[in-house]
């Protein structure tokens, strides 16, 4: 079967960027055999919404061809440049189409907003992460499947390095039920070291390494910030990167981190604070963390909106979105063996 989109949840993303986008979030079934069919899934993705969005993005050519390594599997990101910005990709996985995405800023898309606002296109529930990959949680080394240790952190910053961290700061909690602000006393109080590691989904784990770490559901506890028993929360950073994470597990598992090592956090690795969520992939771990949104619904954030998974459970190997689950029956697609 070619590779087909299905169905599209689409919204407008007024968080995850410093520019509101436009994310549609596609099912797609069947496979591709060749890039000339990738890039026709792609269009078949454009067409779906033009017709239902009245998009008027035209591609831009020549289209670019992306292919990223992530752990021992190979994943191909097709990428469709749009006229007037933003892009449309399909993320494949030997030969199976795991993933189709359109990201466009809301005003490269002419009466996107008002379309959305109409029900153009129907709007699907926020995704519920399905467990995918059944693998041996830990290796025969003791890391996770498909991540290996190296002894130094790697410093990822998409929206450049900030020039130094600010002396005086505090967190902005936005909630439906309020505004709190979680103050640097609030947090390190109740921040004690913690031997915690980082696995980021490319493949590398640092630690356990010494984290000044405050649990997050206790500072917004004590902070009265008013949650619901279930949703999201969005974390951003000073300079616009942002990452989702489904709160009952943030609010249990992800911490507040000021320092490092014995010492203060270094800038490069988050100062003044940093969320870190072991559990979850390292791209989950905002760094210069400046605001937290508790959400009702599922929303993307930076490497969300690319195609990475909404939860990111490292035990259960949840990197990119999966949409077919009946892709991981092929036998393209079974795990490798173990070494
Ligand atoms: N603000 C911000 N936080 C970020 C990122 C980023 O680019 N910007 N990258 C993420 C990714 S992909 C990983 S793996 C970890 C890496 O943390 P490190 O730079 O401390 O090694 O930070 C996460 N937090
Ligand atoms: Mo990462």
């Not at 410093?18 to 890039?39: F, I, N, W, Y």
């Not at 949104?293 to 993307?300: G, I, K, N, T």
Request: charged share 25%; net charge neutral; hydrophobic share 40%.
């Amino acid at each position: 079967m070619p590779a087909e989109v299905t169905g599209c949840r689409v919204y407008v993303n007024t968080l995850a960027e410093a520019r509101p986008v436009v994310v549609a979030d596609c099912a797609a079934a069947g496979t591709v055999d060749s890039r000339g069919e990738a890039l026709k899934a792609l269009q078949g993705l454009l067409g779906l919404l033009s017709r239902e969005l009245s998009l008027r993005l035209e591609p831009e050519g020549p289209e670019s061809y992306e292919a990223e390594p992530l752990a021992r599997r190979r994943y191909t990101v097709h990428i469709l440049r749009l006229r007037g910005g933003g892009e449309a990709r399909l993320v494949e996985a030997r030969g199976g189409v795991l993933a189709a995405a359109l990201v466009a800023p809301l005003d490269a898309v002419p009466g996107a907003r008002e379309a959305l606002a109409g029900g153009a296109v129907e709007v699907g529930e926020a995704p519920r992460p399905p467990v995918l990959l059944r693998r041996p949680i830990l290796e025969p080394d003791g890391e996770p499947a498909g991540q290996g240790r190296i002894p130094r952190f790697v410093t990822y910053a998409v929206e450049g390095l900030p020039a130094r961290a600010p002396r005086a700061w505090e967190i902005l909690v936005h909630t439906p039920g309020g505004r709190r602000r979680l103050g640097q006393e609030l947090i390190e109080e109740r921040a004690g070291w913690r031997l915690l590691y980082l696995h980021c989904v490319t493949g590398w784990s640092v630690g356990p390494r010494k984290w000044l770490a405050a649990p997050l559901g206790e500072v917004l506890r004590a902070a009265r910030a008013p949650l619901p028993g279930d949703g999201w929360l969005l974390a951003r950073s000073a300079g616009g990167y942002s990452a989702v994470l489904p709160l009952p597990l943030a609010l249990e598992a992800a911490y507040l981190a000021v320092g490092l090592e014995e010492g203060p956090l270094p800038l490069e690795r988050g100062a003044p604070v940093r969320l870190l969520a072991p559990t979850l992939y390292g791209w989950k771990s905002v760094k210069w963390l400046r605001e937290i949104h508790v959400l009702e619904s599922y929303v993307d954030g930076y490497w969300e909106a690319r195609g990475y998974h909404e939860r990111g459970l490292v035990a259960a190997e949840e990197r990119f979105k999966l949409r077919n689950p009946g892709l991981l029956e092929d036998h393209a697609l079974k795990p490798p063996e173990p070494r």
